[in-house]
């Protein structure tokens, strides 16, 4: 083990496609995040599941994007009618328990999405 | 809510030299603190943490930074910079009042001259 896995790594799709990016967080990682990460920029908050709860979501996720988590395990985010200013790094992280704010939280390599 | 400055976007250091990346942060609790390096093309990496327990907190690869509560400063620093230390510093700050989240600094660009 095992860090936290996602797929594909990168993907190039055309504008109003729709794009799907899986995460597989360590193992019992109650935890699952969502970021999103432009050029140049600090990696921005989406979303988080405590287990198959998801407990909060940004104002960043507009309606054309999901995120699920069906069994507590591994995550998927999709993107529906894809935008060329959706192009950029979807990364994914967990952390190993809720409600402490110490514990770490370990990030994947990330997704990367170009929307020509 | 929480927010967190880094003061310089880039910072060029001879190999050798130390390194000081700056942070200063606000929050409405008692935050927990973390430094991450990205390096090109790569995910986020812990640098080290603070928690409030010892406000020096020492992490990987020779850096360590220091909680200064007064000053709401965290700064990053390691006394002599290898080549390799090149790549993206994130300061982050992470708030024990409600959303879970993380929230990071725009990031410091490190470079390193030979």
């Known amino acids: 083990d095992t860090g936290v896995s996602q797929n594909p790594r990168h993907k190039i799709t055309k504008r109003g496609q729709n794009v799907t990016f899986r995460c597989d967080p360590i193992?019992?990682?109650?935890?699952l995040y969502w970021y999103r990460q432009t050029l140049g920029q600090g990696p921005e908050f989406l979303t988080y599941?405590?287990?198959?709860?998801?407990?909060?979501k940004s104002r960043l996720l507009s309606d054309r994007f999901s995120a699920e988590r069906p069994k507590g395990s591994f995550s998927t985010l999709e993107i529906q009618r894809t935008e060329q200013g959706d192009s950029a790094m979807y990364l994914c992280?967990?952390?190993?328990?809720?409600?402490?704010?110490?514990?770490?939280?370990?990030f994947g390599e990330g997704s990367w999405l170009t929307v020509v | 809510a929480q927010s967190v400055t880094q003061l310089d976007s880039h910072v060029s250091v001879s190999e050798g030299t130390p390194v000081l990346l700056r942070c200063n942060y606000s929050s409405s609790y008692s935050p927990s603190l973390f430094w991450y390096v990205q390096h090109p093309n790569k995910g986020l990496q812990l640098l080290l943490k603070?928690?409030?327990?010892?406000?020096l907190v020492k992490g990987i690869n020779g850096f360590e930074a220091e909680f200064k509560k007064s000053e709401t400063s965290f700064h990053l620093t390691k006394p002599s910079a290898h080549m390799s230390d090149a790549a993206e510093y994130f300061c982050?700050?992470?708030?024990?009042?409600?959303?879970?989240?993380?929230?990071f600094g725009k990031g410091t660009h490190l470079i390193i001259q030979p």
């Open positions: 982050v700050v992470r708030s024990g009042g409600g959303a879970d989240g993380l929230t």
């Open positions: 992280a967990s952390s190993p328990q809720s409600g402490v704010s110490g514990n770490t939280i370990y």
């Open positions: 193992s019992e990682h109650n935890r």
């Open positions: 599941f405590q287990n198959e709860a998801q407990l909060e």
């Open positions: 603070y928690t409030s327990a010892a406000t």
